[in-house]
Structure formats: structure tokens, C-alpha cells
């Protein structure tokens, strides 16, 4: 039974550009969930999404980032005109339905943005 | 929101010895509290855990606490190993929420 899976591990983008981030949960998990690390520091929420919902997008910048869990298919988180400052690591989650908030969590290895 | 910070940011300890790292939490309605560890190019990876109606919890040579009154919960590691060496990151949940808010993580290396 694979894990989370998360591709590319690294991405490379110049400024400006487009990145896409991929997301494929764990076998029998409906809930996505995705977090980003700077370095040096914690991992800070950004969306909650079940199979064609977004649930909670909180921790989402209002503008260029995007995300979505498509009824087949990985999860996507999406950045449009990448600046230096989203250069970090991108983590998703994923969970079991009817577990408690928390429960059950696991995380795929990440992928890393860098923005040159 | 929900703030939660966690102390030290770095840890040396040697082989054998105790290492504890504590995390202060700011909304009582919090209820969950994961401690993860990870380790270099690796998503956090989930090693012991304790919900609020208990205040201790222990894993063989890992331990956690948590005194609710206080919004405190503490990681215990006892005999380190080398293969210990790695970022701790404290987590809470509230009952209502959906979302980890994680600490600011701890590096810990365990000199042989």
C-alpha cells in the first residue's frame, strides 16, 4: 500500500512562471490537505479538500495560488507568476473519512519549489 | 487563531542521555496534540500522540505530557540514539477544526 505520493520531488521555475504540484493520497483516504515550509521553519496550513471540494482555504494567499481534488485523478495545488518568496516546500497530506480532525493523518515526502 | 510555540529550537544531548521538548498552545478549545518527527528530505512522520483527556501517554522510549490547565504538553526522549537526530515538530488540533498548527520545531542531534 504506497504512501502518499507527491511529484516532482524538486521544481525548478523562473519568475513568472507556472507551477504545479501533484498529490496522490493514500489508498481509501478522501481528504487532502496541503502545507508549506519555509526554511528553517514549521509547517503552515493552506487548503483542506475533499473530492471535488474545498473544504477549508484559510491558510491560501488570495491571489496565484489555486488548488483542487478532482473526482479522478491527484490532488493539484497550482501557482501562477511564481515569485522568489513561494520558494519552500510544499507538503500534502492525506486522511481517512470519519476519523476525527487530526486523526490519521499522513504526509507525502514534499516537493521542492525553488524560484529562480 | 490558534498559536503555538515550542522551545528549544535546537537540542544537543549526548548518546544515552534524556532530551525533552515542551510547546505552549494559546486556545483551550485544542484537543489533539501530535508530535512528528522529520527527518532530512522527508515529510513529517507521526510519532506519538495524546488527546486532551489524558495527560501522559508512552511509546517505549518516547514519552509525551500535557497539563491542560497550563496549555502546555511536553515530548520526552529517553536513552538517544543517533538515529534520534532529527527536527521534532509539535502540533495542536482544535475539536472543531480540521487543521494542524504545527510549532516552529526543534533540531535535535545526538552526539555519539
Known amino acids: 500500500n504506497a504512501g502518499v505520493m507527491q511529484n516532482p520531488r524538486h521544481l525548478v521555475r523562473r519568475r513568472g512562471q507556472e507551477a504545479r504540484l501533484r498529490c496522490s493520497p493514500m489508498?481509501?483516504?478522501?481528504?487532502v490537505y496541503w502545507y508549506r515550509q519555509l526554511p528553517e521553519e514549521g509547517l503552515k496550513f493552506m487548503v483542506y479538500?475533499?473530492?471535488?471540494?474545498?473544504?477549508?482555504e484559510s491558510g491560501m494567499p488570495k491571489e496565484r495560488f489555486s488548488a483542487e481534488f478532482p473526482k479522478e485523478g491527484p490532488s493539484i495545488l497550482r501557482i501562477q507568476q511564481v515569485v522568489r518568496g513561494d520558494s519552500a516546500a510544499y507538503f500534502c497530506?492525506?486522511?481517512?473519512?470519519?476519523?476525527?480532525?487530526?486523526?490519521?493523518?499522513?504526509f507525502g515526502s514534499g516537493t521542492r519549489l525553488t524560484v529562480v | 487563531g490558534e498559536n503555538v510555540e515550542q522551545h528549544p529550537s535546537t537540542l544537543s544531548v549526548q548518546e544515552g542521555d534524556s532530551a525533552v521538548i515542551k510547546c505552549t498552545y494559546s486556545d483551550s478549545a485544542s484537543n489533539y496534540f501530535p508530535w512528528y518527527k522529520q527527518e532530512l528530505g522527508k515529510g513529517p512522520q507521526l510519532i506519538i500522540d495524546?488527546?486532551?483527556?489524558?495527560g501522559e501517554k508512552k511509546d517505549q522510549r518516547i514519552a509525551v505530557t500535557l497539563n491542560k490547565t497550563a496549555k502546555h504538553f511536553s515530548l520526552h526522549i529517553t536513552e538517544t540514539q543517533p538515529e534520534d537526530s532529527a527536527v521534532y515538530f509539535c502540533a495542536v488540533v482544535k475539536a472543531a477544526g480540521n487543521k494542524l498548527t504545527f510549532g516552529g520545531g526543534t533540531r535535535v542531534l545526538v552526539k555519539p
Open positions: 497530506a492525506s486522511s481517512p473519512a470519519g476519523m476525527g480532525p487530526g486523526y490519521g493523518y499522513t
Open positions: 495524546i488527546r486532551s483527556n489524558v
Open positions: 479538500l475533499q473530492k471535488e471540494n474545498i473544504i477549508d
Open positions: 489508498k481509501g483516504h478522501s481528504h
